[in-house]
């Protein structure tokens, strides 16, 4: 392995490490409200864990008419009092965080006002 080589792997590494925090920044700002007409709401719970010990991540994916949300029920974007949002109502919601459907990131509801 060359010298070329480790470079390489050293540039890789720190392009990722860059895009990560880049990534993580973004789902803390763009806050936006707007009116939302819920088209759908599923609950997704995540299991996590090995023979030590378990945890259950549960979120909420809702579809609206200008595209799908997370409601999370933990952390810093959560909004556990917006689960009882209804199918086919409109809200005006304010939400937080950019929108990478590939990598399943989606911006959060953070307020139902």
Request: glycine share 8%.
């Amino acid at each position: 392995m060359g010298i070329k080589d480790i470079f390489m792997k050293y540039k890789i590494i720190i392009v990722g490490i860059i895009f990560a925090v880049i990534l993580s920044i973004s789902q803390l700002a763009f806050d936006t409200t707007q009116e939302h007409k819920i088209l759908s709401i599923d609950k997704v719970e995540n299991l996590n864990g090995d023979h030590d010990g378990f945890s259950t991540d549960v979120y909420y994916i809702v579809s609206t008419d200008k595209g799908a949300y997370h409601i999370r029920t933990t952390g810093i974007n959560a909004a556990p009092e917006c689960i009882g949002l209804l199918v086919d109502s409109t809200y005006l919601l304010r939400t937080r965080g950019v929108s990478i459907p590939l990598l399943g990131i989606y911006p959060c509801i953070i307020k139902k006002q």
